[in-house]
């Protein structure tokens, strides 16, 4: 246990079952059949107390589930449509890409023997070309097949997981950095020491940690293994993002092929002097591409992670319950994340797309900087990127914990919000980021398929030497794209883990004596390593 926390004068009451023997963590004690879910945790524990062993930071009520047979009947919402504005923008947005999509496309289809259909056979060497698409789609299936050992081995060893995650991220960093600077790459060197050394201080600081964070990925594997429903909304995620990769990736080169101004480009029609290809239009073009596709894969992520946390939730309140978890938790939970809580996903999802966009345009500029010797200009930007990069992560975490509360209350994101901040006020960020390294593992991860993926683009534009990269002027928008591309795959891939910690951690803090009576063998471990899990955070009235 870490020294920065006072153990409590007691320790958490223990109780037996009736018979005598406590309730293992596998073999579920049902209550007397008949009696009323809300009053079943006084009729397990007739001596337990929880107001006064549980004190809350705040003040009412807990907003605990019904006992039914549904998901709807037991996380009871208001039938309405939650920030609805934001649908209909999503939706127009959508639209948007697919009209881009469908033009850029289908000019792509129409000049296939320019574009060319592999590696070596495209005649296209003024722009991103087929020997793009192929590069894309290695990365794809390289990062997706990584991810699916990643959650392999999560399920066989937590706490190896976690700490090879980190380990393997500081050794592949270091590699990938020492080969950049050996190449006379140092730009891309110089960035992947700095998130090395980052990486190492971050093992090294937070290493006393790791008992207490494996705990809770046994727990939430072991919820994972017993609810297949979770594996199968991750894999559905997994085949679309992964789809949607694709499209997004084909749609950025034929963007690209199409309006890129060229004399080869037989995609720009001339009139009267004038051509329909420049580069302003591609520019313009290509920053609603990225925009529209981080928009729509954020919303795809987010949807997944709000079902997923339903599953967990119905586990969490109803799984030693008399009914039992409600039907379908993953159906219902789905359901209501594409109806009354979708505009509530799609408002989260836009300010990290922003934000994502945002920081892409500033890699851009500072790419061209280094490229034209440009010094201050291209550290004033680093530096821009770097403190972007910390509002992103800041605001992806918050919103982690937001959906979660969007997804058990099916409250509007400004509300759940709210909850989040109060969660975070009660039991403090440096509790909530530092005592749980399974986020930190999952991002180790990402991040080696990230760097992995974008160490293959650098081979692979070297020896295969396309056309349009002769000045190595594409290798940093290529590689940059495609450690984007692992990144949100592997995220993506991951999610199954990411919500349930964050859903376990939401129903800890809001009724930690549910936990403890139905699952007290576990409850005291965590309890050894986090005391702070006795101050329950109430909702707000």
């Known amino acids: 246990m870490s020294e920065k926390y006072s153990r409590p004068a007691q320790p958490p009451p223990t ?52 006992n039914a047979e549904t998901f709807d009947d037991s996380f009871k919402v208001k039938n309405k449509l939650n920030d609805w504005p934001f649908t209909i923008l999503f939706i127009a947005t959508l639209a948007g890409f697919v009209v881009v999509a469908g033009i850029v496309l289908s000019a792509w289809a129409n000049n296939y023997s320019t574009s060319g259909s592999g590696i070596y056979d495209s005649g296209a060497s003024f722009t991103l070309n087929t020997n793009t698409v192929v590069l894309f789609a290695f990365v794809i299936v390289i990062s997706l097949v990584l991810a699916v050992l990643m959650l392999c081995f999560a399920r066989i060893a937590p706490k190896r997981f976690i700490q090879v995650g980190i380990v393997l991220n500081v050794v592949l960093g270091l590699a990938s950095s020492i080969y950049y600077l050996a190449v006379g790459y140092y730009s891309a060197g110089v960035v992947f020491l700095v998130f090395t050394l980052i990486s190492a201080y971050c093992y090294w600081s937070m290493r006393g940690r790791i008992p207490f964070s494996a705990t809770v990925l046994t727990i939430v594997i072991d919820v994972m293994k017993r609810n297949p429903s979770t594996l199968m909304t991750s894999l559905i995620g997994i085949i679309v993002s992964g789809a949607f990769a694709a499209l997004f990736s084909a749609t950025v080169v034929a963007t690209y092929m199409k309006w890129t101004p060229s004399d080869e480009n037989g995609n720009c029609s001339s009139n009267e ?24 894969t954020e919303v795809i992520g987010n949807v997944i992670h709000v079902t997923i946390s339903g599953v ?27 109806t009354w809580s979708f505009g509530s996903i799609c408002f989260g999802s836009l300010i990290v797309a922003l934000l994502q966009l945002l920081k892409t345009l500033i890699q851009i500029l500072k790419n061209d900087a280094m490229q034209n010797g440009e010094g201050w200009q291209a550290i004033i930007l680093c530096c821009a990127d770097c403190i972007l990069g910390l509002i992103e992560w800041a605001v992806r975490y918050f919103n982690h914990y937001a959906y979660s509360f969007i997804a058990l209350y099916g409250e509007s994101y400004m509300k759940s919000a ?9 039991k403090g960020l440096d509790a909530l980021v530092n005592d ?13 398929v990230s760097y992995l993926s974008a160490l293959f683009s650098y081979l692979y534009l070297r020896y295969t ?44 803090a809001r009724d930690p004596e549910v936990f403890q009576i139905s699952y007290p063998d576990e409850f005291s471990r965590i309890f050894a390593d986090y005391p702070q899990v006795m101050n329950k955070v109430a909702a707000r009235q």
């Open 312 to 338: 967990y939730g119905s586990w969490y309140y109803l799984s030693r319950s008399d009914q039992g978890m409600p039907r379908f938790p993953a159906l219902g939970a789905f359901k209501r994340a594409m």
């Open 465 to 508: 030497a396309p056309g349009y990269n002769s000045d190595g002027s594409f290798y940093a928008p290529v590689i940059a794209f495609t450690f984007v591309i692992a990144l949100q795959l592997v995220n993506i891939a991951s999610s199954v883990i990411r919500s349930g910690t964050a859903t376990f951690f939401v129903c800890l």
């Open 15 to 66: 109780y037996n079952q009736p018979g005598g023997g406590q309730s293992p963590f596998n073999e579920p004690y049902y209550p007397q059949q008949g009696v009323n879910s809300s009053d079943y945790h006084q009729q397990q524990r007739p001596d337990y107390d929880p107001e006064s062993q549980f004190p809350s930071e705040k003040i009412v009520g807990s907003g605990k589930p019904d």
């Open 273 to 296: 002097g004038s051509t329909s290809c420049s580069r302003s239009k591609v520019i313009g073009i290509l920053v609603f591409v990225f925009f529209a596709g981080y928009y729509i």
């Open 436 to 448: 749980c390294l399974i986020g930190a593992g999952l991002s180790f991860f990402a991040l080696f």
């Open 418 to 426: 709210r909850a989040t901040w109060d969660l975070f006020r009660a």
